[in-house]
């Protein structure tokens, strides 16, 4: 038998009928896909013979938005941008059902996923179904304590917009943050990294009128949140001094057109050193997924941030590695990654690598992976 998880043990945790680590009063976070929705993706991953991250059979089952951000298989290339390869073990917080997770699991990482709506975990844990590395636990992350000096790789991806929600204890959104890294650096062994993705709330889309993905309201974080209920997020300047006032030092990353389903995603120093760097994107990056944007070419407006050096401060989201020592962000950032861009047909996934070794030469290299 698997011996009680780390975790599930200091926190007086018990596992449920599914699987799931949990407390003894199951509880719900008030935050859903809608029941309609949920009860299809539970249904559809149960289903399936192939959960993977890059599973086609899911692929083929999107049929709105919420199954295509849970089942696309361009999900997983917000981390496969990294170099993971040195990592044994990984806490994810907020893993919603399983997407992130299921990658993780596939780099024989041992995996403790964090989920606080207990039927989005349930979905999670049958996401993995087969990865005994992984753990799911249907726990609030501000009600238990993370074991410390324990992982490699912390990540909160599409999370920490949402921790004032669900600290409703903590006086404001920016110190339910804090709170949060406080507990992931203690929970970091030595050489280990943190990874955020996150909405930039002065992405080029919303200046250009885009609704804001959590309110659906033009211009609601460009101008600061007015109607602030819970969720925030920020700009690149705000983030560079919320890591520094809790010892990080970090590495930026752009995925576009967003975190959620990245098909380019540009390091920092890349855009920095390429003068045409703006070029690898398409020619409309955008995505508004309340379809109020007017339809802008793009390309002149990127190409015009990268000649005045804030390409990276209008990108729609951020990737964002964050370390106390600038080795361990090395080990894990390319620094002169291009793209990462699948192609999926019926029968595999070809993952495209543009990397510079100078900053004059790309090289390509080609990564192919059975679906």
Same mark, same amino acid.
């Given at each position: 038998m698997k011996p009680i998880p780390y975790l599930a043990r200091t926190n007086s945790l018990q596992r449920s009928h599914s699987g799931i680590w949990t407390t003894r009063q199951q509880f719900e976070f008030d935050y859903s896909d809608g029941d309609d929705n949920q009860l299809y993706l539970a249904r559809t991953v149960a289903t399936v013979a192939d959960r993977s991250s890059l599973s086609n059979e899911l692929a083929s089952r999107i049929r709105d938005w919420t199954s295509? !951000?849970?089942?696309?298989?361009?999900?997983?290339?917000? =981390?496969?941008a990294l170099c993971l390869k040195d990592r044994t073990s990984a806490l994810e917080i907020g893993a919603g059902c399983g997407a992130i997770t299921r990658y993780l699991g596939e780099l024989k990482l041992q995996v403790d996923a964090i989920e606080g709506s207990y039927q989005r975990?349930?979905?999670?844990? &049958?996401?993995? &179904?087969?990865?005994?590395?992984?753990?799911? !636990?249907?726990?609030?992350?501000f009600d238990i304590t993370l074991p410390p000096n324990a992982y490699d790789l912390i990540c909160f991806i599409g999370v920490l917009e949402y921790a004032s929600k669900f600290a409703p204890n903590l006086p404001n959104a920016e110190q339910a943050i804090s709170s949060l890294l406080d507990s992931a650096k203690r929970s =970091? @062994?030595?050489?280990?990294?943190?990874?955020? &993705?996150?909405?930039?709330?002065?992405?080029?889309? #919303?200046?250009?009128?885009?609704?804001?993905?959590? !309110?659906?309201?033009? #211009?609601?974080?460009?101008?600061n949140y007015p109607n602030f209920s819970g969720i925030k997020t920020y700009s690149?300047?705000?983030?560079?001094?919320?890591?520094?006032?809790?010892?990080?030092?970090?590495?930026?990353?752009y995925p576009f057109p967003d975190y959620k389903l990245p098909q380019q995603i540009l390091a920092d120093r890349f855009v920095a050193g390429q003068p045409s760097a703006w070029s690898q994107l398409p020619d409309a990056v955008s995505t508004d997924y309340h379809n109020l944007m007017a339809n802008t070419p793009e390309a002149p407006i990127w190409a015009s941030f990268q000649?005045?050096?804030?390409?990276?401060?209008? @990108?729609?989201?951020f990737l964002i590695v964050a370390a106390q020592q600038e080795s361990s962000l090395r080990n894990v950032v390319d620094q002169h990654c291009i793209i990462v861009a699948p192609i999926v047909d019926s029968a595999e996934v070809w993952i495209f690598f543009r990397s510079t070794t100078h900053r004059t030469q790309i090289e390509k290299k080609a990564v192919h992976l059975t679906a």
């Open positions: 295509e !951000y849970h089942f696309s298989p361009l999900r997983s290339n917000l =981390l496969r975990a349930e979905i999670a844990k &049958a996401r993995c &179904a087969g990865l005994q590395n992984v753990d799911v !636990y249907g726990v609030n992350v =970091l @062994s030595p050489g280990g990294v943190i990874v955020i &993705a996150i909405e930039n709330r002065l992405g080029l889309k #919303y200046v250009l009128g885009a609704g804001e993905d959590h !309110y659906g309201r033009p #211009y609601e974080g460009v101008h690149k300047r705000e983030w560079e001094t919320l890591l520094a006032e809790h010892g990080f030092c970090h590495e930026f990353l000649q005045t050096g804030v390409l990276g401060d209008f @990108s729609n989201s």
